[in-house]
């Protein structure tokens, strides 16, 4: 059974941090890419960052240079190192296995004063 576990999300003042972590089980970890995407309130859910086996990372424009994908195979864990957090930024972020179908229920991020 494939699951994936988020954690991590919160309220943050602009300008301040986060650190998402998504803990990936019934898989072989490894072997696959890994995304993080986000649903801001009232939009469409969106792809923010990819990480290949390799690993090689991608980014969505609107974090790029903000925000950080990671993974530890040996933890089945794959992280989200957000800096420089904006109030767009506020989100449901969620973890999905490439180009598997498996979601988990994410976490909240809101990013406000």
């Known amino acids: 059974q494939v699951q994936l576990v988020e954690s991590g999300g919160g309220l943050v003042l602009p300008g301040g941090s986060l650190r998402l972590s998504c803990v990936v089980s019934g898989i072989i970890f490894y072997r696959y890419d890994l995304e993080w995407h986000r649903q801001p309130p009232g939009k469409e859910r969106e792809l923010v960052a990819r990480?290949?086996?390799?690993?090689?990372?991608t980014y969505a424009d609107s974090v790029k240079g903000r925000f950080i994908i990671s993974r530890d195979n040996a933890k089945n864990t794959v992280y989200l190192q957000m800096n420089s957090l904006k109030p767009e930024d506020t989100a449901l972020y969620y973890c999905?296995?490439?180009?598997?179908?498996?979601w988990g229920k994410g976490t909240l991020v809101t990013v406000s004063s």
């Open positions: 990480i290949t086996t390799d690993p090689s990372t």
């Open positions: 999905k296995i490439f180009p598997l179908n498996y």
